[in-house]
């Protein structure tokens, strides 16, 4: 049973570029989340997806954008590239929209990004 | 703004010992509540989840849960090596499995 799945696993930018990095959720889940990691922090929430939707959105410009695709998988795309977006990128994947319901969050190992 | 907070250590204890790890939350609203173990270079892996008052027992992990405080805490009993890393408190954010999460606490178990 494949888990999350992301990729690129690495990549290197430069300020002003334009990123996109894609998730594929674990088997049987529907809804995916994205993360932003910077070093030495927590995960802080972007965006989630359920049904092809934004359905909550944290505090993130609209620079970061994303999509998600009718087999459930998932983009997220960051235009503009600062220097401050170097982290690591977590894709996270669940099942339907209540915790104690279905559970557990799952992540991907990441994509980390770093802007020069 | 919801907030979780974590004391960023490093948490240092001896191989065989209890190492405690407490966390707070801001939103007196959040129903569910999660301890993630992080090893350095990779992804966040749930350690346990709890949703009521209370304690919560899983193998040598055990999590306590107190609303009214707004405390969260993860009791690691019979401390090993390999579990040292950063542990990170997280709180779901609103309906709907986004979760917030603090900075992590790093623990460092010494042989």
């Known amino acids: 049973d494949a888990g999350v799945t992301q990729s690129p696993t690495h990549l290197i930018k430069t300020r002003g570029q334009q990123v996109t990095l894609r998730c594929s959720p674990k088997?049987?889940?529907?809804?995916v989340s994205w993360y932003q990691q910077a070093l030495g922090q927590g995960p802080q929430f972007i965006f989630q997806?359920?049904?092809?939707?934004?359905?909550q959105r944290g505090n993130f410009p609209d620079r970061f954008s994303g999509h998600q695709f009718p087999n459930y998988s998932s983009e997220l795309n960051v235009n503009a590239l600062l220097l401050g977006d170097s982290a690591l990128y977590l894709c996270?994947?669940?099942?339907?929209?209540?915790?104690?319901?279905?559970?557990?969050?799952?992540f991907g190992e990441g994509s980390r990004l770093t802007v020069l | 703004q919801k907030e979780v907070e974590q004391n960023s250590g490093p948490l240092s204890v001896p191989e065989g010992a209890i190492a405690s790890l407490n966390c707070t939350y801001s939103?007196?609203?959040?129903?569910?509540f999660f301890w993630y173990r992080q090893y350095s270079g990779k992804s966040p892996e749930l350690i346990m989840s709890?949703?009521?008052?209370g304690d919560k027992e899983d193998g040598r992990f055990t999590a306590q849960l107190n609303k009214a405080s707004q405390y969260v805490s993860l009791l690691i009993r019979d401390s090993q090596p390999s579990d040292s890393a950063t542990y990170l408190c997280?709180?779901?954010?609103?309906?709907?499995?986004?979760?917030?999460f603090g900075k992590g606490t790093t623990l460092s178990v010494s042989s």
């Open positions: 709890i949703y009521s008052n």
């Open positions: 996270a994947s669940s099942l339907g929209q209540g915790f104690e319901d279905t559970g557990e969050l799952f």
């Open positions: 939103d007196r609203g959040s129903q569910s």
């Open positions: 088997s049987g889940h529907d809804t």
């Open positions: 997280a709180v779901e954010r609103q309906a709907g499995t986004a979760l917030i």
């Open positions: 997806y359920y049904e092809e939707e934004e359905r």
